[in-house]
């Protein structure tokens, strides 16, 4: 399909270099010293409940943060829900967003399935090709939102989350235009081909050449021997510091 719909596959070349990026950073570069509340001011007193939710036969991690004691339903306003980047990575890099509900609202983080605390699926090209679509991610999303009665709600997305809440809003425009009440768009590209080659031919080539070819032979194959290679690790390193954060080392949250 045309890249204004996202439809059909992930493209498995963008989920690579996505999961190159984001899933393997908290391994590579080691254990925070500091944490991202120390970051923040402590605007107010939040409390937080948890859960799992059915999304196709599968269990879904869910976590909302309220204020202490909670809201009541005359009073609250929209609720926030946060989808998060990956493929591969969860909602816990977000936790700095819990103070949003400080304002009397609900914040609504979770983990996509195959991620942090949800159902992972062994192999799942072979069995649940699905999950490798991005209308399955709509749907997940949707999902949560009616299995946790949100009604209106702010919407926010971060680079792959930013794909599946920008096709959320278009492929279900009537139903969005009822319960949408704003979409933030965090580093999230419009374009899977434009997000592809942008990494491929205009990063990737600004890295000492041998950091290059780790990189680009890595991303011949998901299963690469050398995502554990000390050599293709320090050229993530390199990369991150550049292009994914400058904060060294990085807190708990990331």
């Given amino acids: 399909g ?35 509340d120390s970051l923040l001011p402590r ?11 059915k999304v196709s036969g599968r269990s879904l991690f869910f976590k909302i943060y309220t204020p202490l004691g909670g809201v009541t339903r005359e009073k609250e306003k929209p609720a926030v829900v946060v989808v998060h980047v ?9 936790e700095p967003l819990k103070y949003l509900a400080c304002d009397g609202r609900r914040v609504v983080m979770y983990d996509q399935m195959g991620c ?3 159902d992972r699926v062994s192999d799942p ?15 997940e999303l949707d ?20 794909i599946v809440v ?36 205009e990063l990737i080539p600004t890295l000492p050449r041998i950091y290059q070819d780790l990189i680009n032979q ?4 998901p299963t690469s021997p050398l995502y554990g290679d000390p050599k293709y690790q320090a050229a993530l390193n390199y990369f991150f510091s550049l292009y994914l954060t400058r904060l060294a080392p990085w807190p708990d949250c990331m």
């Fill in 143 to 162: 999902t949560v939102i009616q299995e946790l009665g949100l009604g209106k709600i702010h919407l926010f997305g971060q680079s792959w989350g930013g």
């Fill in 86 to 94: 990956g493929p591969g990575v969860g909602h816990f890099c977000y």
């Fill in 43 to 53: 605007i107010c007193e939040v409390e937080s409940f948890e859960g799992y939710i």
């Fill in 125 to 139: 090209a072979t069995n649940a090709p699905e999950l490798l679509t991005i209308p399955y991610f709509v749907s």
């Fill in 218 to 221: 890595a991303m011949q194959s």
């Fill in 2 to 36: 045309s890249d204004s719909k996202f439809s059909g596959l992930v493209d498995m070349r963008v989920a690579i270099v996505v999961c190159i990026l984001l899933s393997f950073a908290t391994q590579s570069l080691g254990q925070a010293i500091f944490t991202c």
């Fill in 166 to 201: 920008q096709e959320y809003a278009y492929s279900n425009y009537s139903l969005a235009t009822n319960n949408l009440h704003s979409l933030t768009l965090a580093s999230a590209p419009a374009s899977i081909a434009g997000f592809t080659n942008g990494i491929v031919t």
């Fill in 116 to 118: 942090g605390n949800s």
